[in-house]
């Protein structure tokens, strides 16, 4: 199925450009055949899913593949976040070191440039965890509350742990994921130095909707992001 | 024509001196045959422009290149400042992320390198965008107004969003495009810790001209572009 | 005998991620035959290890290999910390840059991230040099003196010089390293805005017993580790 | 002669280093046969210097090679330092950018680590440069005054510009120049969170007698050197 395809480009593409930072984090993509279905890798370090590695999962996050391998603890984020939310079709979770500031400081992610627009509803940050379960999320309830707390937002920051990150398909959340990281370091270095201008609601919102929401924009990027994979692809193999 | 292999190397260049950050930005060349005509690739990655991408424009940045696939929509800044500056015969627009924090907080950017000597008359923030088109120049109007930021100098911050440098060659432009990157990044790791001392107006202007605007200095420097561009290119494909 | 394979893969490992920075620093692991040995190599670039170039040695920090070549002088933090801490298998000594600020700053490293939970005990300075020997560690009592600092800790910095890492085994030892090295960058960073919020005590104990002990973890981690390193080694021989 | 080779192989490690930054700079070392002349590339990218571009030169600073091409206008650099020091063997001249914020604020850089601990007598800013050359050092008397500024100092900063770094041979000079810029960088960052502590006067002398003097040191630190630049042949060419 091409979107299986398509789900193990999106991880190598979130390796390479360094948001699935290291051997950890995942994104998955709701089954476009069935909305109750997703898929989302085995428990892999990203740069190293195939094809055979994608399993599909139902909304209560377990695992339909047959004769499956070991599988993320945290799989109950996405389920949770398929069930609340139908408009979203992709959902990534991802530990980008660029974005730690904003979970652990008192303040506020806004976008400042044009890469960061889609986030003009702001990012909420998520504390709420089950301290028994050491800041990794592990069960229905955590995951639910993380649901709970995306309402309209395109994303919901982790305390000292990440990121979540929702798109309509994959390849906008892949966009939202990319370039969340290239605004957030933007507005952590000029803060160093003073208060940015940020974009007014209105600018962030009609240049989500007139470029980034844009087939075409989402196409450039992806097909870009993909020759970088292969260009690695062809060198190291 | 040796201008379209030149143009395609330059954008390969400037891709991988991060100055034509991931997908997006574009540089132009005027027709050395036809000042009323300029070069710009279509919709395209920079990374992966080749010489079939490259189409001719005229000065009200209309496409005549027959048979023509989706052009930028942004081609306004590049016909606009041909249009009205005859001495600039390259333009190149840019996302570099090094020079964010200069278009959003207010702080100018100075040269303090000889790096940036020929940013010696500084460099103005283009801050009248048209807000229903969402940080990016869509018209012609909007074209104009960075034009007539352009005045003397060599280069204009869009805020928010990045630069447009102009060089009266391409060499050139590519030269004070990489440079700039060089010596803003220099400026704001400074200003983390003090004032420096800047560059007097007196020095950056022997500096440019002195060095910079000798052909020997922007041969050396693209010739080494070029190797890093080949180097590339052989190991990946 | 395969600890040596892997004492070799750890050295590659450390190297390409900028653990055993330049051409400096060292990482030994006990002989798991043997409590009253270790292994670590001559003394040569981490990079460029091979398995004929480790060595054994004793307890006292002398080479028990025959005919062999020049060793480190500062085999004795080795030596001396596998003599105090029985359960200790692996010794990592590194010069990780992202270190150094918090080994020269009256600032303690403490963890803010689930990367960095293993530390949750904090990490002491020690800064008793001989100071005849010019910051490097050459002699038996300073190997003690630097065993003595480490305690319950899993880490000791070393001021304007480096740290010394252990770990219950050589895969562990590769995890705390390259993770200290990971959530010390965030908290330098994070202090050039503000004060972020921590992990509590019980956060980072949790988090490393439940998720950094687990041995899939490690495993996860060090195969991702390899397969980089194994990419390089495949595209530069 | 084996000198020229290891020019070549220093120009490269340099380049590869970041320390010969971009297209510019330059490295020379006295001809061991005859104390009144050194060598020294023609005017080129130092990635790109072959055996054949390695020129000689009189103390005077002329070019003595038949029929060569274009030189460096910056020889007089070498040159005086080369007529005043006689101990000195080896001279670079880079704008290695991790230096240049202590070229330019009024904070003198001083080694914290192990690395930078050559430098424990200081480094003195250089800022009398003929304003007429733009920055750019040209005539024997500014060499003269760069010369005059050395005195028992490894280097000398250019205000804006970059540095100029001695050694007692080649591979001295080498290492010299790539540990500075790891020990400043190590400078500039403690400096954004407090005043860090610095090796005493004597822990650098010690250190800079006792490890970086001996040929040991500087041995496997250039054949690690030389490692990487191997492997960026063998995977580029």
Known sequence: MSIIKDLVTA?????????????????????PENPNQFFLSRSLAPAQVKDEDIYVFDLEGKCLTPNHKKTFAEVVIHSEIYKHYPEVNSVCHNHAQQLIPFTVLDIPYKP??????????????YDSYDVSDGMIVRNQDEGERIASTLKNHKA????????????????RCVLNSV????????????????EPKYLSYFEGK????????????????WNYWVSRVEEKVLTNY
Chains 1, 2, 3, 4 share one sequence.
């Open 206 to 221: 009609t240049c989500d909707e007139k470029t980034w929401s844009m087939e075409m924009a989402q196409e450039r990027a």
């Open 112 to 125: 400042l440039s044009h890469y960061g627009a889609m986030f003009y509803e702001g990012v909420p940050v």
């Open 11 to 31: 991880n190598r593409i979130l390796h390479n450009e360094s948001v699935l930072f290291e051997a950890f984090g995942h994104v998955s993509v709701r089954n």
């Open 179 to 194: 370039f969340m990281v290239i605004d957030a370091e933007n507005q952590y270095k000029c803060l160093q130095l003073g």
């Open 156 to 171: 919901v920051f982790l305390r000292g742990h990440g990121v979540v990150v929702v798109g309509e398909n994959l390849k």
